[in-house]
C-alpha cells in the first residue's frame, strides 16, 4: 500500500460521478492514496474502437487527495504504477476516464505536469509511443492492460 505519492507526474482535478451517473457508491474515495485503472481521452475513440473504453490501453493510476474543491471535485497528485506508458499522453489539459474494472467512476483532467520521468534508464519526453516502450521493455511486457495494437 502506498501512502503518500511524493514525486507525482502531474496535479488534477478528479470529478466523481454519482451513483446515478454510474459512480461509486461510496463516492469519492476516503483512503490517503486510492488506485484504480484509468484510460486517457484521446478524442473520437468510442467511434473507432470497439467497446471503448474498456478495450483501450489501460493504465493503473495513483490519486493523492490534495484539495478539496467541493462535495464531487477533488485536486490529487497524480502517478502511474508505470510511469513512462504514461508520460506521452501527460500534458495539461489532458482528459482521463477513471474506472473500477469495466465502469467509469470519475473523470480526470491534468492541471499541471510537474516534472519529468527518469526511470530505470529510460528518458522519456513525451515522444514514446505503446510500441516503442513495448519493445524497450521486451516482447510481451509492455506493463499496461488491454490490448497491445
Not at 69 to 89: G, I, M, T
Amino acid at each position: 500500500m502506498i501512502a503518500e505519492i511524493t514525486d507525482p507526474v502531474a496535479n488534477a482535478i478528479v470529478t466523481w460521478l454519482s451513483l446515478n451517473q454510474g459512480g461509486r457508491l461510496s463516492g469519492p474515495p476516503s483512503g490517503k492514496v486510492y488506485a484504480a485503472t484509468s484510460v486517457f481521452v484521446l478524442g473520437g475513440d468510442a467511434e473507432v474502437q470497439p467497446g471503448w473504453p474498456n478495450g483501450a490501453q489501460q493504465l493503473s493510476i495513483l490519486l493523492d487527495e490534495i484539495g478539496r474543491l467541493s462535495h464531487k471535485s477533488q485536486k490529487y497528485k497524480v502517478d502511474f504504477l508505470v510511469r513512462e506508458l504514461a508520460l506521452p499522453f501527460i500534458h495539461p489539459g489532458a482528459e482521463l476516464l477513471i474506472m473500477e474494472g469495466p465502469k467509469i467512476v470519475a473523470n480526470a483532467q491534468i492541471t499541471e505536469v510537474t516534472g519529468e520521468v527518469h526511470d530505470q534508464g529510460l528518458f522519456c519526453a513525451g515522444r514514446a509511443t505503446w510500441m516503442d516502450l513495448g519493445r524497450e521493455r521486451g516482447a510481451g511486457s509492455t506493463g499496461f492492460s488491454g490490448n497491445a495494437q
